[in-house]
Nanobody, 122 residues
Framework: QVQLVESGGGLVQAGGSLRLSCAASGRTFSTYAMGWFRQAPGKEREIVAA????????NCADSVKGRFTISRDNAKNTVYLQMSSLKPEDTAVYYC???????????????WGQGTQVTVSS
């Protein structure tokens, strides 16, 4: 069992930056691939970024490439999402997730956090 708690969301102006953190409980964190997803009102949940269990592989959605970076610190049981050059269309609830495989689809992930709101004003 893994429990995930996101933090770092908030209100920011377009062009600004935020860093989301996701703290995981349990001693098996380093064995899971991790993903960040987001869901805007009326839209489906979509992948933002994923990282393999050791951090050697990362992938970002085309819409955020060059602006967002995913990373993890297995010693701290934490995964991060550094977001820069934020746009109003990045506004969504951001979710952290853990899964057994390095994938980009939500149904491949087992554990989910409660989400953190990111709002980007124009």
């Amino acid at each position: 069992q893994v429990q995930l708690v996101e933090s770092g969301g908030g209100l920011v102006q377009a062009g600004g930056s935020l860093r989301l953190s996701c703290a995981a409980s349990g001693r098996t964190f380093s064995t899971y691939a991790m993903g960040w997803f987001r869901q805007a009102p009326g839209k489906e949940r979509e992948i933002v970024a994923a990282i393999s269990w050791r951090g050697g592989l990362t992938n970002c959605a085309d819409s955020v490439k060059g602006r967002f970076t995913i990373s993890r610190d297995n010693a701290k049981n934490t995964v991060y999402l550094q977001m820069s050059s934020l746009k109003p269309e990045d506004t969504a609830v951001y979710y952290c997730s853990a899964g057994n495989y390095y994938k980009t689809t939500p149904n491949k992930y087992i554990y989910w956090g409660q989400g953190t709101q990111v709002t980007v004003s124009s």
